[in-house]
């Protein structure tokens, strides 16, 4: 069995008294790609909220690497919604990335060269260097989001959260995006991803949680991601997707649909 | 690789300093005005005030509280009400009050909006008129006192210069440069705060502390502000300055910078101009130097003011219409026998209407229209620079579609790029092969 990278237990999250986030458990192994899919209004940017301590949770415990999370916050590394910050604020892409270093150069201190060269790394992986200088207003949607997966980056973290990186990104980006995923992988980090995508899960990610409230499913994706599963996570709403989710089935062979009569 | 991170910055700040405490120095120096020793001493006490404000009102700009701060000053004056009450016309004990009613303000402002349903400009709302209705009832009543004359506390009102004494300008010179101590310890994370809320929690920065001092430091110079500016007014002093830096920097430090001499500039002319005239008040004349700096950048700022995005919008609007002008006279050449026919100049009127003169005008100083009769058509180069213009139109429709197929490292490419010019000859041959044989 391998080391567990997160581990969730009976997390509630409840706003006012309507549960947001019921009875969750969960457990990711260490060095995958994790999917969280589910409806709107499934609690998935709540999920990696509550489980980073951002949010209050009602009950619950959560443990990464086997330890809290103040124990390990420097093993891990955050990415937020794109539309969480002032993207008119006066400073530069390399600016942002360097924020993602902050923590490590210590109360007081001012970054230096080595931070600089960190940063403009990480901007290099992200296909952003000729932008280090560049006012974040100026940036697309897909620039901006480059730029906060750099400041992630230059975090060095074992275990990484993504809230919605593929929102409103063109096609492209996107592709680099599953590049720099991938690549993470393969150095034995662990990236959780909030999706909104059914279709590309499978080709993305090899391990999924599907959410609506509570936990649906959690498992790799070619044991846990078929028709069934996704009907209880998505419900009525699934006849929007049978053509792709009959599109799924078909790739992941040794899955049958047996929820016909 | 080039070292792309050696920046210019810190020279750029350093000229803004010296070139702000020149302008200062100048100003004064320069100035018909015969300085005192009274005269000196409230333009210092206005100009190391206003600094302060236009310092720490760029985090207020920035975070957009700008209520906050018109909230907390006004709450700050049933403190200033009951410092007299208690402890007479002693100026610390009246600072003392406001800081503390000001700081009772922002705390009951955060528990009203974290604990109940009502948000938070509807709580600063609600604070600013109770707190300050307080003050004005309890300034009522210290007036029917009999030591009402030398209490003055209706000063605090619209502020009022002139009673500043040297000893005052050495306490807010000395809280002045507590501030800004305490900003260069803490400027990483005012900064990250500021920008991105949610990243510093997640990073376990103790988010709600750090904010508070942010929010504590700026009670301080409006609290001191308030002699000068007045509670009425004092929230001018603290955003103006910070709005104008904004429009004319694209770094945190230079706004900083830039904001606290703009708001020294203000505190030093209000102060100065009312102290020389009778019994004009402080406030409005700050607010008033500082409206005419903001208006001014606001009209006039490079790439954010209203002229030159005026400007910059036309000259756009004018080059599409040139470019939509060749391909109308290549059109019209094409459908009427040859590439250089001559398209008759009412018809080139009729398609692109008023702005068609002055195009043509300029496309024929540029060489690539030329006039032939009552017409015009292209030149060889126009011609040229057309079928270039063309082919790049079509290279970007094949691009936009199948980029994702020829090559994802052209992450950046810009969208008035001309890709003939930009993208690598592979990929380039690959959008041509796909252009002639469809995907």
Known sequence: ?261 | MSNPTTRPNGATQVFLLIGGIALLVGGIALSPIRFDYTLITVALGGGILGTLSGVLGSFSVLKRESLLGDALSHAALPGVCLGFLVAGRELPALLIGAGLAGWLGMVLIRAISNTTRINEETAMGIILVSFFAFGIALLSYIQQRPDASQAGLDKFIFGQAAAMVRRDVWVIGAVGVGVCVALLAFWKEFELVTFDREFALANGYPVRSIELLLISLTVVAIVLGLQLAGVVLMVGLLIAPGVAARQLTRNLAQMVLLSGVFGGIAGTTGAVLSALGEGLPTGPLIILVASAIVFTVILFAPQRGIVWMTLQQRRHRLQLSMRHILRDVHRYALEHGGERVAIPEPMLRALRGREARLGVRLLEQQGLLESLGAGWRLTAEGLQLIERDERNQKLWRAFRIYSLQVDTSLLNVSRDADLTQTLPLHTLNELEHILENGS
């Open chain 1, 1 to 261: 069995m391998p080391n567990l990278a997160l581990k969730i237990e009976d997390l509630t999250v409840a706003y006012h008294s309507k549960p947001v986030l019921w009875d969750v458990d969960m457990s990711v192994p260490e060095g995958v790609l994790l999917a969280i899919v589910g409806p709107n209004g499934a609690g998935k940017s709540t999920l990696i909220k509550a489980a980073l301590d951002l949010i209050p949770r009602a009950a619950g415990d959560v443990r990464f690497f086997g330890q809290p999370y103040r124990a390990v916050r420097h093993q891990i590394g955050y990415v937020p919604q794109r539309g969480t910050v002032d993207w008119d604020f006066p400073t530069t892409v390399l600016n942002v990335v360097m924020m993602g270093l902050y923590d490590k150069v210590g109360w007081i201190r001012r970054v230096g060269k080595r931070e600089r060269q960190l940063a403009m790394e990480a901007l290099e992986q992200v296909s952003m260097t000729e932008f280090a200088d560049r006012q974040i207003s100026q940036l697309s949607g897909g620039q901006q989001q480059r730029t906060f997966l750099a400041r992630a980056l230059v975090q060095d973290a074992q275990l990484y959260f993504m809230d919605e990186p593929f929102a409103a990104v063109d096609a492209v980006t996107e592709r680099a995006i599953v590049a720099i995923l991938r690549q993470l992988r393969s150095r034995g980090k662990t990236v959780l991803v909030v999706h909104h995508d059914l279709q590309t899960v499978p080709e993305y990610f090899d391990w999924v949680t599907l959410l609506n409230v509570e936990v649906i499913a959690n498992g790799a994706v070619g044991e846990v991601f078929n028709v069934e599963n996704l009907s209880r996570a998505y419900g009525g709403k699934m006849t929007v997707f049978d053509n792709q989710t009959t599109a799924f089935t078909t790739e992941l062979s040794d899955v049958k649909p047996n929820n016909a009569p």
